[in-house]
């Protein structure tokens, strides 16, 4: 009996079997709620009340389009964007690309796991250090889920969190609802000062990750792979021949896929993965809509809500001692599923340019000493989220410019390539913010 092939799919597409394959891009949007937005969202509510919501709605729409792009060279290629940029480079460019990944990958588990300290310190007292090497572990046995269950579970782990964030930011709002007038008004473009365009500028040029963006493509890259598996597995189990070897697909996620996936496939493949990041990415986005609104209706005019221990005391102060510790719950969940995400990109990164897979625990433990130590130092958890977001800005142009040139390659990509509209918003979209963090940088530097 011959076994079937991905150039058989099956005809029409049900809702059902479009949201089985949702999840990749929830995994993906936790970069969006960490805790370095949570503290820049806060500060751009407490100082300009209602004033830059539209920046917050501008950066989603520009997070959807760069995220769909990297999902798509995953569902296409059937490769990481990370492995398709070690096929082009020479060793030593891929040795080099690696190291400044490598780089940013450190700074986003420093800005992760000094969160989830703050919250675990804010919640039960714990010290910052303890609290950073709790979060370590609790991380460390999600990404154990990931090493044992397989990546659906994984999936369903991180979503879980993602929930548990979004009740924890946005019951506030329940208790305190913002004025919807002055909603409205923010949503129309304007900045008040250069301390608004500075913050508009650090909310727009830091809302896409480079982590995120590497990532993501993987994500999609195993979910094609998992959707070839379901397939065949049905494929197998209707005929009476093919059952054992169906039962034995169920038992493993790394059963060799037979051969790239057909264009209807793809083309299918394609619209879950618009409705997984457009589903994700509004989400994420209406968390911190939230959060910057809970900010400008409870803490205008408060001092100290440039830090997240400072907000928390206002929103205690404003809200009561319940909203406190929802927030807290929540920046600990942000703390939580970030670090861990952040872990499992760090390992795609290096499997993909070095051709070095490690273990996701072993990963964990090299990444988590730099915040141990960092936090350790004394230093104002608050001032390393800073610094932490001036080294992400550096990897922006890496992974933003690679992404938009590649897929728009025929050669690669075929017929999905990047269409012209297409194309050149996303030129539109990686100029942008590859200049807001080039002032962001300098304005950092130049105080």
């Known amino acids: 009996m011959s076994r079937p092939t991905l150039d058989r799919p099956a005809r029409g597409v ?44 501008v950066a989603n729409v520009m997070a959807v389009l760069v995220q769909y792009l990297s999902a798509k060279l995953g569902v296409v290629t059937g490769r990481s964007l990370p492995e398709v940029l070690g096929e082009r480079l020479s060793r030593r460019g891929r040795i080099a690309y690696w190291a400044q990944a490598e780089v940013v990958a ?3 588990d420093v800005a992760e796991v000094i969160g989830g300290a703050i919250a675990l310190h804010l919640l039960f ?3 910052l250090v303890l609290g950073g090497v709790i979060t370590g572990v609790v991380s460390m046995l999600v990404l154990g889920v990931q090493q ?11 979503t879980s969190m993602l929930a ?8 506030g709002l329940f208790f305190s609802p913002p004025d919807l007038g002055a909603v409205l008004g923010g949503l129309v473009p304007r900045l008040d000062g250069a301390e608004s365009v500075l913050l508009a500028a650090s909310m727009l040029g830091a809302t896409v990750m480079p982590h995120a963006i590497y990532l993501h493509s993987s994500l999609a890259r195993d979910r094609v792979r998992h959707d070839a598996r379901v397939q065949r597995r049905h494929a197998l189990a209707a005929g009476a021949e093919g059952r054992a070897d169906a039962e034995a697909d169920d038992l493993t996620d790394d059963v060799a896929v037979p ?8 083309r299918r493949l394609l619209t879950a993965t618009r409705w997984d990041v457009v589903a994700a990415l509004v989400l994420a986005g209406s968390v911190n809509i939230a959060m910057l609104l809970l900010a400008a209706a409870n803490l205008p005019g408060r001092t100290g809500t440039d830090s997240i221990e400072g907000a928390h005391a206002a929103i205690e102060s404003s809200l009561g001692p319940a909203v406190a510790v929802l927030f807290g719950v929540g920046l600990l969940a942000s703390g939580l599923a970030s670090t861990s995400v952040g872990a499992y990109a760090g390992a795609e990164i290096m499997s993909g340019l070095l051709r070095v897979r490690v273990s996701l625990i072993a990963r964990r433990l090299v990444t988590l000493v730099p915040a141990i130590v960092l936090l350790a130092t004394g230093v104002s958890p608050t001032w390393l989220l800073v610094v932490s977001q001036v080294v992400l800005s550096f990897g922006i142009p890496f992974a933003m410019i690679p992404l938009v040139r590649i897929t728009r390659d025929a050669g690669l990509l075929g017929g999905f390539r990047n269409g012209l509209a297409t194309q050149v918003a996303a030129w539109a979209v990686a100029a942008v913010i590859v200049v807001l963090n080039v002032a962001l940088l300098w304005l950092t530097f130049t105080g």
Do not use: H
Not at 28 to 53: E, H, M, R
Not at 164 to 171: E, M, P, R, S
């Open 259 to 266: 051969g790239p996936p057909s264009p209807p496939v793809v």
């Open 14 to 57: 049900r809702p059902a079997r479009l949201v089985t394959l949702l999840g990749p891009a929830f995994v993906a949007a936790i970069a969006y709620v960490d805790p370095g937005n949570v503290a820049a969202n806060l500060t751009a509510g407490a100082k300009f009340g209602y004033l830059l919501v539209w920046v917050l709605v």
């Open 148 to 158: 044992r269950r397989g990546q659906r579970v994984f999936e369903t782990v991180v």
């Open 125 to 127: 007292g714990v010290p």
């Open 106 to 108: 450190m700074a986003t």
């Open 164 to 171: 548990v964030l979004t009740v924890g930011f946005c019951a």
